[in-house]
């Protein structure tokens, strides 16, 4: 890089310095989620037994929302802001991040780690639920246009999944 490009990290406040400092911080801020990530599962079983919701519910709707708060937030930001490509991209990026990259890591490094590894066969409604949400979001997002009775179905079937995966007993 050359001096103007030295000059505008210097402009922007950055810096170009060691970047054993800057994986420490990456490590620490890891440690922090992963330390609330547990606390959020603990408060999340209790709040689960308190108002008798099932396992299923608690980890396909609960936990999955309290935990994606980040994106949807800046996905609602975007789209109050006309941005409605932005808030799709934030919003749909996300679950597939989770759909091919975490769920199948999970599943492998369950083998390494615990006494119990996950099964990494999926229940009937699980895949009815991918499915459904695939066939509504598929049109809603391709026009490239969106309006409130398109939010309403979303909301809907993100309802109508919910009590489906609240009377789910595993």
Excluded: C
């Excluded at 922090?32 to 990530?37: L, T």
């Excluded at 099964?119 to 949400?133: K, W």
């Amino acid at each position: 890089m050359g001096t103007a490009g030295a000059e505008a990290q210097e402009e922007a406040g950055e810096h170009a310095g060691p970047a054993g400092r800057d994986l420490l911080l990456l490590s620490a801020a890891t440690a922090g989620v992963a330390v609330m990530s547990d606390l959020l599962v603990g408060a999340a079983e209790d709040a689960a037994h308190a108002f008798a919701m099932s396992e299923v519910f608690v980890g396909v709707i609960l936990v999955a929302s309290i935990g994606n708060a980040a994106e949807r937030s800046t996905a609602v930001l975007m789209a109050g802001k006309n941005k409605v490509e932005a808030a799709i991209t934030i919003a749909m990026g996300s679950s597939i991040q989770v759909a091919l990259f975490v769920a199948p890591l999970l599943v492998f490094l369950s083998y390494l780690i615990g006494p119990q590894p996950m099964d990494p066969i999926f229940t009937t409604l699980e895949v009815v639920a991918v499915a459904i949400a695939v066939l509504i979001v598929a049109p809603i997002a391709g026009d490239g246009e969106s309006h409130w009775m398109e939010g309403v179905e979303l909301l809907a079937m993100y309802v109508l999944l919910g009590i489906a995966f609240d009377f789910v007993q595993v």
